[in-house]
């Protein structure tokens, strides 16, 4: 698509990916009930564009609410979280809901998130307008967290990444895919990455977790994710990519050892929970070469990165693992 959020590289920068001059985009207090609002998902719509946001409100219950925007930029957030109805199931009950994507396959925008039941796991909802949203069934057993639809079927079926995970503040985590024929049945789980060697890339070495929806290119899926590491003074969160064969998409074909993002600024070493850049969407434009990485800052608010898709490919071509 074109008309993506986007500024040009400042002269001084000689990183892949750069920030938005005027982070964070979205406050942590930009509708009335909330605490933060961060790690959410935004999509093309119309002649805009759509999101689903993460916003825990002040007694920090996690739910997921609709917004517009004009630019990408400058949101208009609903007031009140999102209201589900039945979809391919009747059990449409979750105690919370964070961390959404969003991604469009053939008719309808589909949204996956971390979802409430005996503990996480990835509920899946739809939604044709971003006003009415249909609730299907729980993708996996708890517990689970982190599930990243494929933007198309792949060898004609649904495809979703994820992270199984315990109940907590998980300290382990591997990357993993599945497949359904028809959004309510997942099966033929396959693990894609684990977590790398302490000694070769340690801002991945405790946990890894898929972040936006993947984007198709000439080498492959190019798929942005969370790498962690456990420091003496907590977890810390950054961004790296790795490229996946488009057809058998659990085998990696490479994967950045350096990470592309990681907090640096003050509203990311700051917040709820300090040191955390969280990628949840990416807007892109192929023609244009463009991409906008929107990610949460610290479990507090939004911000957004740009980079050039071709850049950001030759990168983890050439600092493969």
Known sequence: MKNIPWQEKPENCKDVLWRHSENPIIDRYA???SNSIFNSAVVPFE???AGVFRCDNKAVQMNIFAGFSKDGINWDINHEPIQMQAGNTQMID???KYDPRVTFIEDRYWITWCNGYHGPTIGIAYTFDFKEFFQCENAFLPFNRNGVLFPKKINGKYAMLSRPSDNGHTPFGDIYISYSPDMKYWGEHRCVMKVAPFEKSAW???KIGAGPVPILTDEGWLLFYHGVIATCNGFRY????AILDENEPDKVKYRSQPYLLAPAELY???GDVPNVVFPC???HSHEEDRLALYYGAADTCTGVAYGKISEVVDFVKNNSL
Do not use: K, M, R, W
Request: proline share 5%.
């Open 31 to 33: 509708i009335p009930t």
């Open 47 to 49: 002649d805009g564009f």
């Open 94 to 96: 979750s105690d919370y």
């Open 204 to 206: 991945q070495c405790t």
């Open 238 to 241: 950054s961004v790296g990519a």
């Open 268 to 270: 990311e070493l700051t």
């Open 281 to 283: 969407a990416a807007l």
